[in-house]
């Protein structure tokens, strides 16, 4: 006999750092979530889209700005060994969108209003609401020049905290100018900067001529002194661009949505024009930026495509779901069908069909097991009811049911029912 070879102890592979796999009991949660912004975004007549996780480098590159965190530091990118081609994980779900409509010509009829869900990757130290690969809910409107499409964009997603049952999150919104003003602003910033150069870090000096106005964004000590006097941006605001800055506030007021103004709010990418704002949580500590968008009307442009006005938004999916309630609990099945006996197996497997033909959501034991421990499979399934088939049921034609669960998902302790297999569907709709 050939001698049994001893198995080498393997050593199991764990996921990328940073990468988070969904398990079965936290995904009533993404789901509660995705079916939500889902349903209120067609509320508001947004069409999905999608587009590849894959792009050329230099889409971000062009897009984003090269003097960005998220170019500067945080791009998955590499080299396509097969050809040579240099891509990028995107690490944001505007660039790709605004390339596949300039692509397809997708304003040719007129404006569009489209949302998109979608992973994203930034190589970032992991720490709690901060990951490598993330998730995005977001929303883009191609072809309005608003300001009354900003404000419908920041009206809806009132409306999304409201649906979702959060409300701790403050709007924060801003102007960022047009571009003449924009360069006014950064001259009168440098000037304030330079005359503060010794509170100024490495990366604050670094970017004072290549992108100053990220420094207002800067998390050290002796910066946010500085900014504390900076001048600041709205007032470099022409007539035009204040009147549209002023029009989206009149709009959120007459909507009922509660506002700020923060002047230091400048977003982390290039591309952003006129409006820009966030939604922010005290919720854990420090204030943390849930969703945040703005205005891009140069960006389509910039990418090869006529001029198309545009705004939009990107939601951190994880960092949403950390102020949501566990819903686990929430039964996601109706019934569990336990059965012992050739016969009942058969019986089993049809009623489970005929109830699923009915729109009921079934589990059929499988595996085998003495009726207890069927039973035990049952009360974990979460269902609200299991159904009891044995040789005996099969040949009557009838089915034991009891009820294990109420609507809330609460366990009880109920009676078990005889009935007739043909009356099981109206019998746990009524229950
Ligand atoms: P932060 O200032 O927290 O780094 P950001 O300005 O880089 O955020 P955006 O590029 O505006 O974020 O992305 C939109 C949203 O995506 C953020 O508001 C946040 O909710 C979420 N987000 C950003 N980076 C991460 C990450 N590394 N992990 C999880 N969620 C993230
Ligand atoms: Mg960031």
């Known amino acids: 006999m050939e001698k049994l070879q001893t198995a080498k102890p393997v050593t199991a592979i764990q996921a990328v750092r940073g990468m988070n796999d969904v398990l079965p009991a936290d995904s009533p949660k993404w789901e509660f979530f995705e079916e939500t912004v889902t349903r209120v975004a067609r509320q508001y007549g947004y069409r999905n889209m999608r587009a590849p996780v894959v792009?050329?480098?230099?889409?971000?590159?062009?897009?984003?700005?090269?003097?960005?965190?998220?170019?500067?530091?945080?791009?998955?990118?590499?080299?396509?060994?097969?050809?040579?081609?240099?891509?990028?994980l995107r690490p944001e779900l505007t660039a790709g969108l605004v390339r596949a409509a300039v692509e397809a010509n997708l304003t040719y009829n007129g404006p569009v209003r489209i949302y998109t869900l979608g992973e994203v990757f930034r190589h970032e130290r992991p720490q709690k609401g901060r990951y490598r690969q993330f998730n995005q809910f977001d929303v883009e409107c191609f072809g309005f020049d608003g300001p009354d499409v900003d404000a419908e964009i920041m009206i809806m997603t009132a409306r999304i905290?409201?649906?979702?049952?959060?409300?701790?999150?403050?709007?924060?919104?801003?102007?960022?100018?047009?571009?003449?003003?924009?360069?006014?602003?950064?001259?009168?910033?440098?000037?304030?900067?330079?005359?503060?150069?010794?509170?100024?870090?490495?990366?604050?000096?670094?970017?004072?001529?290549?992108?100053?106005?990220?420094?207002?964004?800067?998390?050290?000590?002796?910066?946010?002194?500085?900014?504390?006097?900076?001048?600041?941006?709205?007032?470099?605001?022409?007539?035009?661009?204040r009147t549209h800055f002023e029009e989206l506030q009149r709009l959120l007021t007459g909507a009922g949505v509660a506002f700020v103004v923060n002047p230091r709010i400048v977003r982390g990418m290039d591309y952003y024009n006129r409006t820009a704002f966030e939604f922010v949580t005290e919720r854990f500590g420090s204030p943390l930026t849930v969703c945040g968008g703005g205005r891009y009307d140069?960006?389509?442009?910039?990418?090869?495509?006529?001029?198309?006005?545009?705004?939009?938004?990107?939601?951190?999916?994880?960092?949403?779901?950390?102020?949501?309630?566990?819903?686990?609990?929430?039964?996601?099945?109706?019934?569990?069908?336990?059965?012992?006996?050739?016969?009942?197996?058969?019986?089993?497997?049809?009623?489970?069909?005929?109830?699923?033909?009915?729109?009921?959501?079934?589990?059929?034991?499988?595996?085998?097991?003495?009726?207890?421990?069927?039973?035990?499979?049952?009360?974990?399934?979460?269902?609200?009811?299991?159904l009891i088939l044995g040789d005996n049921e099969a040949t009557a034609g009838t089915v034991a049911v009891k009820p294990l669960r109420n609507a809330a998902g609460e366990p009880i302790q109920g009676e078990q029912a005889i009935i007739s297999s043909s009356t099981v569907a109206a019998y746990l709709r009524q229950s």
Do not use: C
């Not at 480098?57 to 945080?74: N, Q």
């Not at 951190?316 to 059965?339: F, I, K, N, Q």
């Open 55 to 88: 792009e050329h480098t230099p889409l971000f590159v062009r897009s984003i700005g090269e003097v960005t965190d998220i170019v500067e530091k945080e791009m998955y990118s590499f080299e396509d060994k097969l050809n040579g081609e240099k891509l990028t």
């Open 298 to 386: 140069g960006l389509f442009e910039q990418l090869g495509g006529k001029p198309t006005p545009a705004i939009g938004f990107g939601m951190g999916v994880e960092r949403v779901l950390m102020m949501l309630a566990d819903r686990s609990h929430l039964a996601p099945l109706d019934a569990y069908v336990v059965h012992a006996g050739d016969a009942a197996r058969t019986a089993a497997g049809r009623l489970a069909e005929s109830l699923r033909d009915s729109s009921l959501a079934v589990a059929q034991h499988a595996g085998g097991g003495s009726f207890k421990s069927q039973m035990k499979k049952a009360d974990a399934s979460g269902a609200r009811f299991a």
């Open 161 to 241: 905290w409201r649906a979702l049952g959060i409300d701790d999150v403050r709007l924060e919104i801003n102007s960022l100018g047009n571009a003449d003003e924009r360069a006014a602003y950064r001259a009168k910033l440098i000037a304030h900067y330079e005359a503060h150069l010794d509170a100024l870090d490495d990366e604050a000096k670094r970017r004072l001529h290549s992108n100053p106005m990220r420094i207002l964004d800067s998390k050290v000590a002796s910066v946010i002194e500085v900014n504390k006097t900076a001048p600041n941006l709205l007032d470099s605001l022409e007539a035009e661009s």
